[in-house]
Structures are given as structure tokens and as C-alpha cells.
């Protein structure tokens, strides 16, 4: 994983850090943590199952389920979001996709 940080800072290296909490095993986390890595963006990834502060600020967003991926961006939530909603919250342009590459878009 990523190199974690403490819950304490919530910006690093300057910018302000995407918080991706996650569970082992689920895919939706692997994939979208696959394309927040590969952007660039500053990640803090913490893994609820090890974490129970971190299961239950999920569950004060997620209507009481522990539903994954969660991500903070600041005070600002996101339940299961998808890579293009992430990059969107933080201002971020996301990578073109495929097929967009592939028609020259």
C-alpha cells in the first residue's frame, strides 16, 4: 500500500491528502486505489478492519454500514465513489480513458 500517514494531518507534501479507507479483499477498493495511485495524487489508505476509529467515521457517512471504498478529501465524503468523482472533489483533470485515447480525444 501507499505509505500511510497519521490521521492527524490532513494535508501533505503541500496538498491536500485523498483519505481511501478500505477493506482487504474488495475489489471497488483495489481498482480505485489502482487509479489514485497511478495519478499522483497524495493518498492516505487505511484499512478499517485494522482501524476501528476509521470503521466508524465510515459509518457516520455511509448510513451506518461500513461500505468501501470511503474517501475524505477534507470534511467532504465520498461513498463508493469512482476514480472520475475523486479526481473532481479534488480539481483534478482524470486521465483520458481507453477508448477516448484510442479515438484521439
Do not use: H
Not at 477493506?23 to 481498482?31: L, N, S, V, Y
Not at 480513458?97 to 480525444?105: C, F, M, T
Amino acid at each position: 500500500m501507499a505509505d500511510s500517514q497519521d490521521s492527524t494531518s490532513p494535508q501533505l507534501s503541500g496538498r491536500q491528502a485523498v483519505e481511501v479507507y478500505w477493506r482487504p479483499g474488495c475489489p471497488f477498493c483495489a481498482r480505485l486505489m489502482r487509479a489514485l495511485r497511478k495519478s499522483g495524487l497524495t493518498l492516505r489508505e487505511v484499512n478499517i478492519w485494522e482501524d476501528a476509529e476509521a470503521a466508524a467515521r465510515v459509518r457516520s457517512v455511509a448510513d451506518g454500514n461500513e461500505t468501501v471504498p470511503t474517501v475524505f478529501i477534507g470534511d467532504r465524503a465520498l461513498v463508493n465513489p469512482s476514480s472520475r468523482q475523486v479526481f473532481a472533489a479534488v480539481g483534478q483533470q482524470p486521465p483520458p480513458r481507453l477508448w477516448d485515447r484510442l479515438r484521439g480525444r
